[in-house]
């Protein structure tokens, strides 16, 4: 029973950090607020938690694992590997948008990936992590003849993350900005003989999503 309470304790700390870093920022919130919102006490929060990035990195402990399974779902379906990539950039926007803790661990984590040797590491693992099954899964076929899979997992990565990160703060649709970013970028690594079937495939998957 105790456990039970510590680990409902714990998780609302977590939650109340949730809710706070949506709507105010993390820089913006503070510890008071947190406990305040939580309705525990300092020595409550300490007991759990040795600081604010604490608990911030719990959170993206909590999200990352989300998108992961999405990237793994996706990438291990069957069909073309560029259609899987494409699918799992909206299916992982889709996440993003409607999963208020994956929404805020990935903002966590792309902020301190600048701020601390730690936040850049886990920041690295993670774009390894995502670049790597990206380009495991593209084929040949998917590809011109001078672009690689790395090049392209690089490019999905950063287009993805900058897709949301733009919608998130100009307030428009990130699908639509991923549909507009995935036209130039088949433009570019499709083969010339491909580029017709993608651009029919990505308007099939534009449509679901809108």
Known sequence: ???????????????????????????????????????????????????????????????????????????????????KVITMTFEISALLDRDRVASVSNKLNQAFGELSVAGREGYRRRAETFITRVGDVLQSSDLRNDITPEQVGSLVWINLHGCNLLSDA??????????????????????????????QFLKRTLAEYH
């Open 1 to 83: 029973m105790a456990q039970s309470r510590a680990l409902a304790t714990r998780q609302g700390i977590i939650d109340a950090a949730v809710d706070l870093f949506a709507a105010h920022g993390y820089g913006e919130t503070s510890l008071t607020d947190i406990t305040k919102t939580a309705k525990v006490t300092a020595g409550a929060f300490y007991y759990h938690f040795a600081s604010k990035q604490a608990v911030a990195d719990a959170i993206i402990e909590q999200g990352w694992p989300k998108a992961v399974e999405i990237l793994t779902r996706t990438l291990d379906s069957r069909g073309p590997g560029l259609e």
């Open 170 to 199: 100009l307030g428009d649709s990130v699908f639509t900005r991923l549909g507009l970013s995935w036209q130039v970028m088949l433009a570019s690594v499709a083969p010339e003989e491909s580029q017709h079937y993608f651009a």
